[in-house]
C-alpha cells in the first residue's frame, strides 16, 4: 500500500517590497501545500526500542490500555497483532508536511552624505533568515529529508537538522 506523497500538490511564495522614505522592507513567504512525510518519531513514540529517547507524549500516554478503550493509538504491545508481521510504518506514521515559512525579511535605511568626499551614500541593513514556520508537522522541519541527498523520493523525517534561524546585519557603502 503506497502511503503519503513526497511531491506537494503546489509550491507558492509570495514577495514584497515597501518603502517609506529612507526606509525599506523586503518580506519573502515560501509555501508548500499536500506534501506527506513519514515521521520517525511518531514510530519511536507509538513503538518505544529505548526509553532514553525523547518520544512524543501524546502517542505514548494516549495509548489503548484496559483503562483507556476509547483512543485512536494501539497499546504498542505487540505490534505483529495490528500491523500484520511488525510492520510499524503504517497510516499513523505519516503525517501533512505542509507548511508556510517566512523564509527572509530585509529591513534597510539608506543616507545620502552630500557633505563627505569620501562616501556618497551608506545603505544599513539588518537581515532575519527563516524566522518562523507555519506547520501542523511534529518535527524540526517539515521540508527536511533524513536521506539529505535528494536521490531517494521517498520524504521521512527522523530528528533531521532544522532549518537555521540566521540574523544579519550590514551595511553598503557607496564611494
Not at 111 to 138: A, P
Not at 145 to 173: C, H
Amino acid at each position: 500500500m503506497i502511503l503519503g506523497n513526497p511531491y506537494p500538490d503546489f509550491t507558492y511564495s509570495f514577495n514584497n517590497s515597501f518603502s517609506y522614505k529612507n526606509f525599506g522592507l523586503n518580506i519573502f513567504f515560501l509555501g508548500v501545500q499536500g506534501i506527506k512525510t513519514f515521521n520517525g518519531n511518531i514510530v519511536e513514540s507509538m513503538f518505544p526500542i529505548n526509553f532514553n529517547r525523547n518520544i512524543i507524549s501524546k502517542y505514548y500516554i494516549d495509548r489503548w490500555t484496559p483503562e483507556n478503550p476509547n483512543t485512536g493509538y494501539p497499546s504498542g504491545v505487540n505490534s505483529a497483532i495490528y500491523f500484520g508481521n511488525g510492520k510499524m510504518i503504517n497510516s499513523y506514521s505519516i503525517q501533512d508536511a505542509s507548511y508556510l515559512r517566512l523564509k527572509n525579511v530585509t529591513l534597510t535605511y539608506n543616507m545620502t552624505l552630500n557633505n563627505t568626499r569620501t562616501f556618497k551614500s551608506v545603505q544599513f541593513l539588518l537581515t532575519g533568515e527563516n524566522l518562523v514556520t507555519f506547520t501542523k508537522f511534529m518535527g524540526y522541519d517539515p521540508a527536511g529529508n533524513q536521506t539529505g541527498d535528494g536521490s531517494n523520493v521517498a520524504k521521512s523525517s527522523y530528528n533531521n537538522y532544522p532549518l537555521a534561524r540566521v540574523y544579519s546585519i550590514g551595511a553598503n557603502v557607496t564611494f
